[in-house]
């Protein structure tokens, strides 16, 4: 079992950045991925980025790319989600995801556990 724990959101004017953090921890592998997905009221849940966790690749979302960058801290078991240049498109409930397997996806049920979400409202 893996417990993911998210923090970073809040409330930030359009233009400005925010810094997510997802804590991995219990029975975590050394190949895995993780992702950072979103949700707003009414949607589907929806990929925004996610990292190889052995190999260090990355994948956007085209809307966030070159705004968002993801990363890792191994030792920590933390990955990041970097947000600039914020828009009120971006505004909703940020989850991160983790994935047994190595390779990337964008798909939610590909994910196997999910954290609490953290929320990002960007004002314009």
């Known amino acids: 079992h893996v417990q993911l724990v998210e923090s970073g959101g809040g409330l930030v004017q359009a233009g400005g950045s925010l810094r997510l953090f997802c804590a991995a921890s219990?029975?975590?592998?050394?190949?895995?991925?993780m992702g950072w997905f979103r949700q707003s009221p009414g949607k589907d849940r929806e990929f925004v980025a996610a990292?190889?966790?052995?190999?260090?690749?990355?994948y956007y979302t085209d809307s966030v790319k070159g705004r968002f960058t993801i990363s890792r801290d191994n030792a920590k078991n933390t990955v990041y989600l970097q947000m600039n240049s914020l828009k009120p498109d971006d505004t909703a409930v940020y989850y991160c995801g983790y994935r047994y397997y190595s390779g990337i996806s964008v798909y939610t049920s590909n994910y196997d556990y999910w954290g609490q979400g953290t929320q990002v409202t960007v004002s314009s």
């Open positions: 219990g029975r975590t592998f050394s190949s895995y991925v």
């Open positions: 990292i190889s966790w052995s190999t260090g690749s990355t």
